[in-house]
C-alpha cells in the first residue's frame, strides 16, 4: 500500500488566515492545533507562476516560496512531501519562518536500510511546536497517518 502527501502544514489560525483568498486552499485540521493544506493539483495550478520543483520538491508550485515566506512572519509554516511504496520512499520537508526560509529543506533516504534519528517530516513538525506521544513520533502524533493520499484529505472522516 502506498503513502503520497503533499501539503502545507502550520498553526490551524495562520493557515485559515493566509490561504483565504485562495479558494482552492481547504484547511485541515491535525492534531496539537496544527492544520494542514493538501497541495492538490487545483491549488498548485492556482498559485504556481509555471514552474515546479523548487528547493528540490517535487510538488511545491514554482515562485511559491515568496508567498510562504511572508506568511511565516505570522509564524513557522512548512511544507512537506512524503512518497512511499511497500515500504520504500522518501521524505521531504522545509520550514518558513520570520519571513525567510529558516530551515532544511531536508530530504530522507530512499534507502530503508539508512535509518533516520528523525525523519524530515518530524523535524519540520518539532519546529511547528509539534510534540510526540510515547512510542510515536511527531508524524503519528499529529494524525498526518489518517490519511494515506493528499486528495484524501478532503474527504470527511
Known amino acids: 500500500m502506498g503513502y503520497v502527501l503533499h501539503a502545507l502544514?502550520?498553526?490551524?489560525?495562520?493557515?485559515?488566515t493566509?490561504?483565504?483568498?485562495?479558494?482552492?486552499?481547504?484547511?485541515?485540521?491535525?492534531?496539537?492545533?496544527?492544520?494542514?493544506?493538501?497541495?492538490?493539483?487545483a491549488l498548485f495550478d492556482a498559485v504556481t507562476d509555471g514552474g515546479v520543483g523548487e528547493l528540490g520538491f517535487r510538488r511545491l508550485p514554482g515562485g511559491f516560496g515568496g508567498p510562504l515566506?511572508?506568511?511565516s512572519a505570522g509564524g513557522p509554516v512548512a511544507y512537506a512531501e512524503a512518497e512511499y511504496f511497500g515500504g520504500t520512499g522518501e521524505q521531504r520537508a522545509a520550514v518558513w519562518a520570520d519571513g525567510a526560509l529558516a530551515l532544511g529543506p531536508w530530504e530522507s533516504s530512499p534507502d530503508p536500510?539508512?535509518?533516520?534519528?528523525?525523519?524530515?517530516?518530524?523535524r519540520a513538525l518539532r519546529r511547528l511546536g509539534a510534540r510526540s506521544d510515547p512510542g510515536e513520533d511527531e508524524f503519528q502524533t499529529v494524525g498526518?497517518?489518517?490519511?494515506?493520499?493528499?486528495?484524501?484529505?478532503?474527504?470527511p472522516d
Not at 502544514?9 to 485559515?16: H, P
Open 69 to 71: 515566506a511572508r506568511w
Open 18 to 41: 493566509t490561504s483565504r483568498d485562495i479558494p482552492e486552499a481547504r484547511v485541515v485540521p491535525l492534531c496539537q492545533g496544527l492544520s494542514l493544506v493538501p497541495m492538490t493539483d
Open 113 to 122: 536500510g539508512l535509518p533516520e534519528a528523525i525523519s524530515p517530516i518530524s
Open 144 to 155: 498526518l497517518n489518517r490519511r494515506r493520499d493528499t486528495d484524501a484529505w478532503l474527504s
Open 9 to 16: 502544514i502550520a498553526r490551524d489560525e495562520l493557515l485559515r
